[in-house]
């Protein structure tokens, strides 16, 4: 099959570059609302963005991480940890929240075809390629909540988030499966993930409470 | 040796088949007082069911996981999750918890023992051996109470849990040492364990207070 | 170049175990002030100790650790831990605390030195060799405090500490790249981290606030 004419890793890494910063814009965010000091801004910013394809690589036995091989980034995240602390005011957090929005669903919707065709790559069972995903795409920010003292908000919030990292996933598997070809798969498999965020974020959709937690 | 007329294996599958699940109920309960999610839900699950073995593969750097080995623990996990949010109601939680403390503690006895013969296997040291098998059964509940941001009810309840497992974790280190057979080790490691840890539930036993912590 | 009079391994040895004993006592401490039991005690005295350098090991993948190849240490944490519930009082405490901050400096100084050239040796990059010196000698706090349920005091505390580790390892990797001797290389490394963490101790040099954070 001919590849699209637009450059698909190109595109593909413009993505992760943007969703990358936007985690660890996140990670700031989440630090500064504890009232980290410069050393723990800079290792949750971290966490955020690469905790959770290296928990997903410590699983999957697979060396060198990412930020060993491409060691540049640890540079560029403490550039951006220290630029924040420099150029950020009180009043441009909210602006920073909401404007991380789109490029977090990116992050997640990539993150997640990433990390499932990587695990289902070195053989893993569809399920397990399908927690992959998730883990690559949700765990960063679950380490960064425990490292901020908080029940990790994917688990808490009951806003869907690591649901439609799931969905997505299971779009990777199929894909995959349908012997489509790597570009296509990796499209459908972020797009689900990113529209179904979009949308929960959009109708303010909530996932349905267990009824013994109902107060 | 001529092994037992009972078939061994098959009784010691059937017991870890109700051990680990209540474990993963056990995370479940954890989850639910602390009114997380559904994703939120599964995942304590799956960490009080693995996340101790798990913990210990990655120390030892043994590969695969027994979850990618046997994937349809994971399907098992994901159902149990959602059928126990559906079908579980508030009163049947007090019920529920004080049921699930005999397989809990059988589960603590035969993960003690299979964790630590596997680490004698690979030539751990005895000591080395006896922390995997503590690791092994304690650590898939301290990561869910980590996760829960909880200080782990293993480390601050005061009441025997690990010490069981440590001291029945001892008896296969013996065991093993005497060249008992496999069947033989691992029966009278998990019957230590769970027959201290049943008895301790039973008196109250409390651990001894450290006296700087005497309020 | 000719060795020191001194022999240096054996005078690193010491400062090692010095440093070990009061990390594992910062454990204690942690714990003690927790409530913890006698479980939970030895357990955080022994994420404080060894809790750095093992999980620089799972990240950089090397086997055996340290406890495993050294597993009488582990006899002596769990001495060191039963002797401090049996002897400490709380009228020590405060004394212990005081205590151990130098041997505590000399541990990030060491730890930071020894983990950082262990990361030069295996070929990673400059900036991964400084991030393991840093893990080595800062995350066994980390794990300590996060199974404490508190915020990691070295991300947190705005004391320098981390930061004092970071400027030694980088001593360490210019040291290596200026093919100084070994020893020179530690003991340059490992001095400027432990001269900035007393000097930062002695001036209550604060780190900057981040203005956002600011009340």
């Keep these: 099959m001919k590849p699209p004419v637009i450059n698909f890793s190109t595109l593909q890494a413009a993505v992760e570059v943007a969703a990358t910063l936007a985690f ?12 980290l000091d410069a050393v723990g801004l800079c290792v949750v910013a971290g966490l955020s963005a690469f905790g959770g394809g290296t928990l997903r690589d410590v699983l999957l036995d697979r060396r060198p991480f990412f930020w060993v091989e491409h060691a540049d980034w640890l540079w560029a995240l403490l550039a951006l940890s220290l630029g924040a602390m420099l150029f950020l005011r009180r009043r441009h957090l909210a602006l920073t929240e909401r404007a991380i929005q789109w490029p977090d669903a990116l992050g997640l919707g990539l993150f997640t075809a990433n990390g ?11 399920i397990v390629a399908v927690l992959m995903g998730v883990i690559t795409a949700v765990f960063g920010g679950v380490l960064r909540d425990i490292v901020c003292n908080e029940i990790p908000a994917a688990f808490h919030d009951h806003r869907p988030y690591a649901l439609c990292s799931f969905v997505g996933a299971w779009v990777l598997v199929a894909a995959v499966q349908l012997q489509a070809p790597q570009w296509a798969a990796i499209s459908a498999s972020a797009a689900t993930a990113v529209l179904l965020r979009g949308l929960a974020l959009w109708t303010g959709w909530m996932l349905p409470v267990w009824r013994i937690n109902r107060r």
């Design 24 to 35: 660890a814009l996140s990670g700031l965010l989440a630090g500064a609302r504890k009232q």
């Design 116 to 126: 499932s065709l990587l695990a289902l790559d070195m053989g893993m069972p569809a």
